[in-house]
């Protein structure tokens, strides 16, 4: 990138961001020499640089990025430096933390890269003309994380910051977070009491009344849409012995990311974190033809995952959730028709919130694969095929397949523009043969099916915190836990608007009478507080003419209708998840 084009390309801005993560560390240490910068990368949108042995708090930010402004005026490039261990192991000897990064890094190339009097032990990755580029930063808040975020290992300082190559885009980028405040999933969900967490459980939400009814919306859809498709529903054990994942692979791969219970007499069992051992043992139950194939099983049980305790996040990173998981069971040949089948069901997901999306091919970790490579080459190429034809955007992320196959994530972007990982459908050729799973070809040969591991939502806790931000708390009406509120401008109307609220209850729509002793506009106000899609008034005039006075969401007008007509035309919006 020249310094007069702002077109920068995905590398680009990751060597802008680090190096603003490199000039971050300058700056603490010219504020706060005693401090101790361990490691700063690129995120995305930004980046952070952890520290040990500094005690700040958001207030010293400012302060810290001033210095920043300041220092990088005298910086005009970074100057690589190819060191030996003695020279890397003298320069970095009062700092445990980088010393214990070349130990990682000895028998390789060990290289510091250096602008100003600042030096780091770093590969490279950075901006050509720093003190003309690095100009559009901003750091954003503190947070404690282990080294290595490991929980045995020492809490360290982490500042975080994002960095831009215009003003225009650090200014939208600051816009969007602070309108993220605003949709903060856990702010509103204990507003409009949806879900609360509690010290005794945590990273276990508890789902109040009306976050069920969410819940089981979004369940319900999920249930009606994937019957239709000849998906199978099946409950399966949350405690299975240790065996069934030395099976599967996930006892190598996942086991330390279980809770385990133990028993005196049969030895360990593992709290259930994901359904495909169990899908397989369904599927091995019973002798399997061809004719059975795509054999597709699908559930929404409750898993449990170890996270640890620094990472939880409200709903978006939780330790109990569930999934609208699959497990499909197909012949090889099958593998193009399926995807095809399931990609729709992706578009019918996505569409009706309204959001944009993309996949992302994830192949072999050639550290962590479970299974021959010539199976990995043959399933990563028929899924960069079956990518091909979908016409959705894809890109391909090395090393990020599951330890049995190559998989496709849905990255999908919310209305503020963020984008979050969700759904995925994974290749498999390798569970069936560890279960040795069989189905009669037409030959009436035994062969061993290919399995495609799929969910649309993802984790359902992480997909409502995400929706409640996309939507602001505003749920669609089929979806809001309640969808309409009847107020009375005064007693002598609490007759005929409980009529209403129980007309509009007989059909099953989600309806609140408010009469309390309070004035009209005070209760219309907690109505919109509280998100409801259809406020109705009831006064003289609708009494006499049996009709009501609707004010949608959002809207200052309201329109007159008959009840009937605004039954019916709300049911069919409701049925239609219009």
Known sequence: MTMNDNRMTTNDLENLRHSCAHLLAAAVLDIYPEALPTLGPSIENGFYYDFDNLKISGSDLPKIESKMHEIVRTWTGFEKEKLSLSEVQKRFAKNPYKLEIIEQYKDGEL?????????????????????????????????????????????????????????KELD???????????????KLGKELELFMFHETAPGMPYWLSKGVIVYNELVSFWRQEHQKRGYQEIVSPILNKKELYVTSGHYDHYWQDMFVAKTDAEGEYGVKAMNCPNAHIVF?????????????????DPLHRNELSGTLNGLLRVR?????????????????????????????????????????????????????????????????????????????????????????????????????????????????????????????????????????????????????????????????????????????????????????KSVNIRCDLDSRNEPLNARVRDAEMQKVPFILVAGNKEVEAKTVAVRARGLKETEIHKLEEFKKWLLDAIINRK
């Open 111 to 167: 290289t510091a890269y250096k602008s100003g009097e600042f030096s780091d032990l770093c590969r490279g990755g950075h901006c050509e003309h720093p003190k003309d580029e690095l100009k559009y930063f901003k750091l954003i808040s503190i947070a404690g994380a282990y080294w290595r975020g490991d929980e045995k290992n020492k809490m360290l300082t982490r500042i975080y910051g994002t960095c831009w190559p215009t003003q």
């Open 172 to 186: 939208n980028y600051l816009n969007m977070l602070e309108e993220a405040k605003k949709r903060d999933h856990k």
């Open 284 to 300: 091995g139950s019973k002798t399997r033809s061809y004719r059975d194939l795509p054999f597709r099983l699908s559930d929404t």
């Open 320 to 504: 109990e959730f569930r999934q609208d998981d699959a497990h499909i069971y197909v012949s090889e040949d099958q593998i193009e028709s399926e995807y095809k089948n399931v990609f729709e069901i992706v578009e019918r997901f996505y569409s009706i919130f309204g959001m944009k999306y993309s996949f992302r091919l994830g192949t072999r970790n050639p550290e962590n694969f479970m299974g021959d490579i010539e199976t990995w080459n043959r399933a990563e190429d028929t899924l960069k095929k079956i990518l091909e034809k979908s016409g959705v955007e894809y890109f391909i992320q090395d090393g990020d397949g599951a330890f049995y196959g190559p998989k496709v994530d849905i990255l999908m972007k919310d209305a503020l523009g963020r984008s979050w990982q969700m759904g995925t459908v994974q290749l498999d050729f390798q569970q069936p043969r560890r279960f040795d799973l069989k189905y009669s070809d037409k030959d009436g040969s035994q062969k061993t099916p290919i399995a495609i591991h799929r969910v649309i939502y993802g984790s359902l806790e992480r997909f409502i915190g995400i929706l409640i931000e996309h939507y602001g708390g505003a749920f669609p009406t089929w979806l809001s836990p309640i969808q309409v509120v009847v107020l009375p401008i005064s007693d002598k109307h609490l007759e005929y608007a409980k009529s209403v609220a129980d007309q509009l």
